[in-house]
Every structure is written in C-alpha cells, then in structure tokens.
C-alpha cells in the first residue's frame, strides 16, 4: 500500500509535469523559447492600419486604453473560426456592460475574399463588440508577421482554397502589449476574470 507522502508526491509530479508540458506547448505554437518570452515579451504585435466591416480605418490606437483579443482566421473557414468567434461572442455577452471596455479583432489572412462587405456579412453573426479587420495584402502582411501568425493557402479542387492558419488568440494589454496567449478552454466566466484584470 502506497503512504500518503508518496501519493501527495505522485500527484505533485502529475501536476508538474502537466505544466512543464502546458508550458512547452504554448512556446511551441507561438515559436518561441522560454528565453525570448523573458526577454522580449512585446515582440508579439505592433501597430497595423486596417479596415473594419463597416467599412472605417482602424488602427491599433483605437483600442488605446482597453485590453483585447485578437484572433486571426477567415470567413470561409469551416470549423476553427466560426467556433473561436462563437466562444468570444459568449465572453463579450457574458462580461456585460463592461464589454466596451475591451474588444475582439477578428483579423483576415484571407483579404482577397475577405473584403469588407463579405466581413461585414460575416460578423454580423456575432456579437456586435467583435471587430471584423480586413485590408490590403500589404497591411495583411505585416500584421500576420508582427503577430507571428502562420497563414498558408492550401489549393481545393476547382480553384478554390483554403488557409492554414495560427489559432492562438492573443491577449493585448491596454496599452497594445503583447501578455500570453488567452486560455479558451474555459468557462465565460472565468475568461471575463482574466480580460477585467486588465482594465
Ligand atoms: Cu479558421
């Protein structure tokens, strides 16, 4: 029969080496080593100029003041967006009044289809805090490479196509600083904690 020390040390190791695990695939997915996310932890971001679904230049200075989460992805996409939005729909609803004091960017890696009415169409679905972003291939770009997103088209029969994408949802501070990846696989509730704390 095992003693109650080398119990509590079985499930100690569990938990640990979950984490170590957690941990190292979190530096996995966003390409970085343990070292650079000391060092450098604002490498991820950065300013971009965009346009919304309504149609309105936006910039990373409109969310000056208000923590957020950006999500890139596109409107064809069959499964992993339209769940992520759905998910960060239910957080917006479920933070309330207080949603105004956050926000959601949504941003294409697919602008050639992703124009801004076919966005507009789109968001429509969600809640009305999440902000489609869509631009010319050029401002597309440069914020896919200072987010360190990977976006690749992969052909489909009769000259359609599809985008491998990143699906890491970015948490931003309020003053547009890179802080960790956001855990979606939690409760509303407990994701609306983390999104106040930085209020
Ligand atoms: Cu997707």
């Known amino acids: 029969m095992k003693t109650k020390a080398s119990q509590i040390a079985v499930v ?23 070292a650079s996310i000391n060092r450098a932890p604002a490498g991820i971001g950065g300013p971009f100029h965009l346009i919304d679904q309504n149609g309105k230049p936006f910039s990373d200075r409109d969310m000056e003041g208000r923590p957020y989460l950006v ?26 009044p207080d949603a105004d004091r956050a926000g959601v960017l949504f941003v294409t890696v697919d602008p050639e289809r992703d124009t801004q009415a076919v966005l507009k169409d789109y968001m429509s679905s969600f809640d009305p ?29 009769a000259g359609d196509y599809s985008m ?9 501070d309020k003053n547009g600083r890179f802080i960790a990846p956001f855990n979606m696989d939690r409760t509303a509730d407990a994701e609306a904690a983390e999104l106040r704390r930085y209020f």
């Open 12 to 34: 100690l190791g569990a938990f640990l080496g979950g984490l170590v695990l957690f941990l190292g695939a979190i530096f996995l997915v966003t390409g970085l080593s343990p």
């Open 71 to 96: 999500f890139f992805g596109y409107t064809h996409c069959p499964d992993i967006c339209p769940t992520e939005l759905t998910e960060l729909s239910a957080l917006m609803h479920t933070l309330g």
């Open 129 to 157: 805090h999440l902000r489609g972003l869509t631009g010319d291939r050029a401002a597309i770009d440069a914020a896919i490479k200072d987010y360190r997103v990977y976006a690749k088209k992969v052909p489909l029969d």
């Open 164 to 172: 491998d994408h990143t699906a890491i949802v970015y948490l931003m």
